[in-house]
């Protein structure tokens, strides 16, 4: 029985298919014929997305078993999902870059780059007063795959990691203590999922909480905050935030967010780096052994 693939090409460099499989390469599912996409059995989502909505592609996959991302999140293509189809993603294979803009993000609040690499384009040589992570209280939100590698990496920095997952375990808090645990974190880490529990996860009732000075970083998804609560605490100079992520995305040139005081902001380029494409690809020819020998898949977040 002949089995129909749609795939970026990068994606499958290297994998040797049998001859009972076709595959149709493409990083724009607008390009593919239509016929073709009906046909297929395993689709791979291109990491960029498509010149067409996830909703219309997906309508167009009429004899699809398994829809695959190439990313992590998963919350705007689950709901599109047709019963029986079972829906992939890349867990994992992320976590590395997202832990290290994170901790990049923090730095780079905490130690004014943005003010410096302003003296480095006016040739300007300053003297600035920064913070260090030394001796802080920080408070991790979320301890799946990324927030594990962000406390990895935070342990270098000499500060107390308080991480927060849904139910408490080990050294683990549960989110319903994440009222009292807010007003002792100097930094707070948003690693979060996003779904109905955590949007607006941080909303105007949170923030207040937060103690003066404190500095939010997202690496998470932007709903999680309140953009409008956010806005007026920078505005206030009450909190400082250092954003992978907004909401909406991609922002707007006039919104303002991009003024906002005490704010870093990066384009939610988090896991984009050199080792995202190696990773990911042996991650996928593991997804293709399993596929062809009829086992089941890994990473499966919709069954």
């Known amino acids: 029985m002949t089995r129909h693939l749609v795939a970026p090409q990068w994606i499958t460099d290297g994998y040797e298919f049998p001859s009972d499989v076709v595959v149709t390469h493409s990083d724009d599912l607008a390009d593919v014929d239509i016929e073709v996409l009906a046909s297929a059995d395993l689709v791979v989502l291109p990491y960029m997305g498509s010149s067409i909505s996830d909703e219309e592609a997906i309508a167009r996959m009429t004899n699809v078993k398994i829809i695959h991302t190439l990313t992590a999140g998963f919350n705007t293509i689950a709901p599109l999902v047709p019963a029986g189809v079972t829906l992939c993603n890349l867990s994992g294979v992320h976590d590395a870059g997202t832990a290290e803009m994170a901790v990049l993000l923090m730095l780079a609040s905490m130690r004014r780059m943005p003010e410096v690499q302003h003296a480095q384009d006016r040739k ?7 913070k260090s992570p030394a001796e ?30 849904t139910h408490a375990r080990d050294h683990v808090h549960a989110i319903s203590e994440l009222d009292d645990l807010i007003p002792q974190a100097d930094i707070i880490f948003l690693t979060v999922p ?6 607006g996860l941080i909303d105007a009732r949170r923030i207040a909480l937060m103690k003066q000075g404190t500095l939010l970083v997202n690496v998470a ?18 909190i400082s935030a250092a954003l992978d992520v907004t909401d909406p995305e991609p922002l707007p040139s006039d919104h303002p967010l991009w003024t906002a005081p ?12 050199d080792v995202l494409e190696p990773r990911a690809r042996r991650r996928m020819h593991g997804q293709f052994d399993l596929w062809l020998a009829g086992k089941p898949l890994e990473s499966v977040v919709v069954p």
């Open 221 to 238: 998804r932007g709903p999680v905050v309140d953009t409008d609560a956010l806005l007026s605490a920078l505005h206030e100079g009450r």
């Open 124 to 130: 300007e040589w300053i003297h600035l007063w920064g």
């Open 194 to 199: 996003l779904n109905d529990e955590t949007h």
């Open 136 to 165: 802080k209280s920080v408070l991790l939100i979320g301890y799946g795959g990324v927030g594990k590698a962000v406390e990895q990496r935070l342990l270098g920095f000499e500060c107390t990691v308080i991480p927060i997952a």
């Open 262 to 273: 005490n704010t870093v902001i990066a384009p939610h380029i988090g896991a984009d780096n």
